[in-house]
């Protein structure tokens, strides 16, 4: 028995109740995607009812027509936690229900309050350029000049509760620009921000080019995911991609930290086609939808990354056994047709496929939590005791 959750970072369906307090009223990713392209081509998607998830919100997406017979089963999912970034759409997935919204911080120079820098310079023996919020490659564009002469890292911020560090490989190696963020985790967890990120880049001005090596430092967890329920309950739990980092670890027995959509696809249809000794949750974040494509306001290149995976569904679908459960989502939007260059408050598509069973209506979910509480069910872990409220619905 197996269950896999592929999350299409970023693959909003359509504006939350709330999106006016976050300025994202009319955002949609999936249907204006559509729109710019002149119609979406995801045949396995639009098979498995992904036009279906979007008409439950009063939505026609353009290229991907209701289906009669849907081959998944199909539904939308509500945030319930206040924000828009990964952390807290992945931690919510997870069974997390935040309170309180990790801190963003004005996008104006000086982003970044003063004694945290000052904290972090004491610390680390460094000081800083930037320090304002600004497209990663548009900030080593201005700076990384300046940050060649002065051996200076680049802090800069974005819409999200993010804290991050541009660095030269000539400048800081890999090792070292990793070090710097684990002392900036340190010192950003008394400001509570919800992730530390490390941006190696490579080239000459003019030329510059981020690295793969990216990798995240997320908050500390307040208490147990559902990788660590369903690990107390006998289940492996693997991780594709950044999810590992993005739950510290916690929870997962083994992790893949495959750089992009095409290595992790590829990851996970090796993990489809093996056979593991044991029930087995794999946990997938396909990041190019968001980090290449939406950030930098891309259409095109949003739908040509969305029907790579679509291909890879073409492989994926009938390698699955009888009795696995493939769950396919999203964490949040970043509509790239819309204003500026953040995440999107927007509801997440919601495709569940089990072989040989009929898609039914999930309709309109009331919280990314569901996913936890199903999963739980699946592999009768007992339900999950979410420390938040309301504690989501298995479907």
């Known amino acids: 028995m197996r269950a896999f959750l592929l999350v299409i970072d970023s693959f909003g369906i359509g504006e939350l109740p709330d999106a006016a307090q976050y300025g994202d009223t009319g955002s949609n990713t999936a249907v204006h995607i559509g729109q710019a392209v002149g119609g979406v081509r995801w045949p396995n998607l639009t098979a498995l009812g992904l036009g279906n998830a979007s008409a439950l919100l009063g939505n026609e997406l353009p290229g991907a027509p209701v289906q009669a017979q849907p081959r998944a089963s199909f539904g939308v999912m509500r945030e319930v936690s206040p924000g828009k970034d990964t952390t807290t759409g992945h931690w919510e997935l997870a069974g997390f229900q935040l309170a309180q919204a990790f801190p963003v911080f004005p996008p104006a120079y000086p982003s970044f309050p003063r004694e945290l820098l000052e904290r972090l310079t004491a610390v680390s023996g460094y000081e800083f350029l930037g320090n304002k919020a600004a497209s990663g490659t548009e900030i080593i564009e201005e700076l990384g000049a300046e940050h060649l002469k002065t051996g200076k890292p680049i802090a800069y911020t974005s819409g999200d509760s993010v804290f991050q560090i541009a660095a030269h490989e000539d400048v800081l190696t890999q090792e070292q620009l990793y070090r710097l963020c684990e002392q900036a985790r340190t010192v950003c967890d008394d400001w509570t921000v919800g992730r530390v990120i490390a941006r190696p880049f490579r080239g000459r001005p003019g030329a510059f080019e981020r690295t793969p090596g990216r990798h995240d430092y997320s908050y500390r967890l307040p208490g147990p995911s559902i990788l660590d329920h369903l690990r107390g309950a006998g289940v492996e739990t693997v991780a594709v991609g950044k999810i590992a980092d993005i739950f510290n670890h916690q929870g997962v027995d083994v992790s893949y930290p495959d750089k992009g959509n ?48 679509d291909r890879a569904l073409t492989d994926l679908l009938p390698a699955l056994n009888d009795d696995d459960l493939l769950m396919i989502t999203a964490d949040h939007g970043c509509d790239p047709t819309f204003r500026g260059s953040d995440h999107t408050r927007e509801h997440v598509p919601l495709l569940v496929y089990r072989p040989g069973k009929p898609g039914q209506d999930l309709g309109i979910r009331q919280s990314f939590a569901d996913v936890a509480q199903t999963l739980a069910a699946w592999f009768g872990a007992g339900p999950y005791p979410n420390p938040g409220a309301p504690r989501g619905t298995a479907f």
């Open 262 to 309: 095409p290595a992790c696809l590829d990851r996970t249809l090796g993990l489809v086609r093996a056979t593991p000794h044991r029930p087995q949750f794999v946990f997938v974040n396909l990041v190019d939808t968001d980090m290449i494509y939406g950030h930098r306001r891309d259409p095109q290149g949003y739908h040509d990354s969305v029907a790579a995976t």
